[in-house]
């Protein structure tokens, strides 16, 4: 069926070190976005992307979304402390009735 | 301004009991809800998603149900718990998949 898959599952970086999550869906997508959900909190909407190939910048994150629609990526430049939770994407499918999650990219920081 | 309420913030019951969790939206006429699962440390599971007053489309099959009686009003439910139902519930809104607003979340102890 139709699913949006998100890797790597955790990622574990020194601070200052770049962060990177990668997002695919195996349909075309009429919109990305991407969410971040603190430890003990629930998920909050940082961005959406529609158009194919479009590029995002907030601060020291920097999403894409892929020429096909299909993938999309979240970068994080010097991460900070307060970087640390877990990164969704999500994507509408079945006709954009339901709101799919990927699997989210939990990030765990050393200070 | 929209808001979403989604209560009680924790919940412990015994297996077997029944369960009712609500959410209701303000603000917003006629979103798309959406109750999602998260056992500890995974990803969002949607579980149901209604896009009109008395429209559920299930996911998963299990021993949950859901009813939307009123247009901002969603509601989760189980005759029976089982201790697999144990997790973080989480409530959310959106217009036509666009942007998803969450609720706070109900984490579930089934004992």
């Known amino acids: 069926g139709q699913q949006v898959m998100q890797i790597p599952q955790y990622q574990h970086v020194q601070e200052g070190e770049d962060f990177t999550t990668y997002c695919n869906s195996s349909t075309t997508l009429s919109n990305i976005q991407w969410y971040k959900q603190r430890p003990g909190g629930h998920p909050v909407f940082l961005i959406q992307?529609?158009?194919?190939?479009e590029v995002k910048k907030q601060k020291r994150l920097t999403f894409q979304f892929g020429e096909a629609k299909k993938n999309s990526s979240l970068h994080i430049t010097a991460t900070q402390t307060t970087d640390v939770g877990t990164y969704f994407c999500a994507g509408p499918l079945r006709g954009a009735q339901k709101l799919v999650f990927g699997q989210g990219t939990r990030l765990t920081i050393n200070p | 301004s929209q808001t979403i309420h989604q209560w009680p913030a924790t919940l412990v019951q015994p297996v077997g009991s029944p369960l009712s969790l609500e959410c209701t939206v303000e603000g917003t006429s006629n979103p798309n809800l959406y109750w999602y699962r998260q056992a500890a440390g995974r990803g969002l599971q949607l579980l149901f998603y209604?896009?009109?007053?008395?429209?559920i489309s299930s996911e998963v099959p299990q021993n949950l149900s859901a009813s939307r009686p009123q247009d901002r009003q969603f509601i989760l439910s189980s005759k029976k718990l089982l201790l697999s139902d144990s997790g973080f519930y989480l409530c959310?809104?959106?217009?036509?998949?666009?942007?998803?607003?969450f609720g706070q979340g109900t984490r579930l102890t089934v004992v």
């Open positions: 209604s896009v009109g007053i008395g429209q």
């Open positions: 959310a809104w959106s217009v036509r998949n666009t942007e998803a607003f």
């Open positions: 992307l529609v158009k194919s190939g």
